[in-house]
């Protein structure tokens, strides 16, 4: 139910998260072209909520290896990177409060 996302210490949204926490998050995809179209179609979901900085280290440790399992199953390396970087890393936790999406025709 809610969005991870990891990032550094220190920086711009980090501040502008210290002063608000309301945050939108927006993704969307390659998009495709009908047969004969110039036009893409592109489908897109933002995600409105609050972001919580999350600094437990086992929290941190948890989540990073379960990102991290979405890219490689090499578990001796998974374990090395969260050794060497956790300790570095902030993790950001988005809980969804309202969600809407959309399917545009560029023009």
Known sequence: ?????HCGKSGHRLDAIQ???KVSFCVYDKGERADGDWAFHVNSVIVF????????MATISDISAKLSRKFTQDEAYIQK???LYAKATL????TPEHM?????KES
């Open 1 to 5: 139910g809610c969005i991870y996302f």
């Open 19 to 21: 002063k608000h926490d």
């Open 49 to 56: 909520g609050k972001l919580e900085v999350i600094d437990d």
């Open 81 to 83: 990177e969260i050794e």
């Open 91 to 94: 993790l950001l936790k988005l």
């Open 100 to 104: 809407c999406g959309k399917r545009v």
